[in-house]
């Protein structure tokens, strides 16, 4: 997005897209400003920006599980399609210095592509370990911007359903070793277009009071 300065290497931010509404999506246009309070966070540093569109990704197949449920099998890219594609989304995510997921709300909870997603890197001996104490991440920790779009409200004392996402997603990441979660919401799209605007704006003032860019 910028020129890097001489010496200083790029920021790798990885964007997942949740939405199946393309450029349409709210979230992913939340996920916008995130990207620029980042760049502004940056200074003169460039932003590498993969994106990823979750809608392309399958689900995990029967090999997949098949390694997965063994408590001694050990399973690699060779054993199967899905094995292939986990192997292949968490060398991303492990390149990445950035996750920034962009995500509507699916009936209180994260999309099935995203859900999808989760299935493919959350894996027991790769990217996390099980112990008696429990599950231990694996993973280096970095920050994880979520972008959020519900059409109704999800937060304060005027929401009225329940908000299975973002304490989801906490556990869900926090099981591979990601910890540093932080969520921008634009709520209550379904409410008219003044409403809406509300909603921008209100997101728009917390990234800028989160990057300090004001
Ligand atoms: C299948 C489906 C389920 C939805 N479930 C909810 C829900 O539980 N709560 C909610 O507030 N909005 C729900 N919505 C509305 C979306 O969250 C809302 O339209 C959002 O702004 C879409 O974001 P996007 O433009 O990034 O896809 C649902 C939409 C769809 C298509």
């Keep these: 997005m910028t ?14 897209i949740g939405s199946p509404r393309g450029a349409d999506s709210e979230s ?3 996920s916008q400003q995130v990207i620029e309070g980042l760049a502004a966070q940056a200074g003169g540093r460039a932003i590498n920006l993969l994106d990823y569109d979750l809608n392309q990704l399958a689900h995990v197949d029967a090999p997949y599980a098949l390694a997965l449920g063994s408590a001694t099998a050990s399973s690699n890219g060779q054993d199967g399609d899905a094995l292939c594609r986990s192997d ?8 990445a210095d950035v996750l920034l997921i962009a995500t509507p709300m699916h009936n209180y909870t994260v999309p099935s592509a995203l859900k999808a997603w989760i299935d493919h890197v959350v894996r027991v001996r790769v990217t996390f370990t099980p112990t008696p104490q429990g599950k231990v991440g694996v993973l280096r920790d970095r920050p994880v911007y979520v972008a959020i779009s519900s059409g109704g409200l999800i937060s304060g004392e005027s929401a009225r359903q329940p908000d299975f996402l973002r304490p989801y997603l906490r556990v869900a990441l926090g099981t591979v070793g990601l910890h540093d979660l932080q969520f921008f919401t634009v709520e209550g799209t379904a409410r008219g277009e003044d409403a809406l605007e509300e909603a921008r704006a209100l997101a728009g003032r917390a990234i800028t009071a989160f990057f300090s860019l004001g």
């Excluded at 020129?3 to 997942?16: A, D």
């Excluded at 292949?88 to 390149?95: K, V």
């Design 3 to 16: 020129s890097t300065p001489p010496g200083s290497t790029p920021l790798h931010v990885l964007r997942l």
């Design 28 to 30: 992913l246009r939340l």
């Design 88 to 95: 292949a989304l968490i060398d991303a995510l492990d390149a």
